[in-house]
Nanobody, 123 residues
Framework: QVQLVESGGGLVQAGGSLRLSCAASGRTFSSYAMGWFRQAPGKEREFVVLISRSGGTTNYADSVKGRFTISRDNAKNTVYLQMNSLKPEDTAVYYC????????????????WGKGTLVTVSS
């Protein structure tokens, strides 16, 4: 069982930056691929980025490529999402998720979810 707690959301102007963190409980954090997803009002939850168990491989959605950077610190049981050049369309609740196996980008590929943190980008 893994519990995930996101933090770092807030209100930022377009062009600004935010850094999200996701702290995981348990001693097997390095066994999970980790991901960030987001859900805008009235829309379905969508994939943002994945990072492999070692941190050596990442997969970004085209919409955030070049602007967002995921990283993880297995010693601290934490995954981060650095978001730069934010746009109003990035406004959403951002969710941290963990996958026991595989490398899928679908919501169904993830086994554990945090409760989310709200990011609002004003124009």
């Amino acid at each position: 069982q893994v519990q995930l707690v996101e933090s770092g959301g807030g209100l930022v102007q377009a062009g600004g930056s935010l850094r999200l963190s996701c702290a995981a409980s348990g001693r097997t954090f390095s066994s999970y691929a980790m991901g960030w997803f987001r859900q805008a009002p009235g829309k379905e939850r969508e994939f943002v980025v994945l990072i492999s168990r070692s941190g050596g491989t990442t997969n970004y959605a085209d919409s955030v490529k070049g602007r967002f950077t995921i990283s993880r610190d297995n010693a601290k049981n934490t995954v981060y999402l650095q978001m730069n050049s934010l746009k109003p369309e990035d406004t959403a609740v951002y969710y941290c998720a963990a996958a026991l196996s595989g490398w899928g980008t679908s919501v169904n590929a993830m086994n554990y979810w945090g409760k989310g943190t709200l990011v609002t980008v004003s124009s």
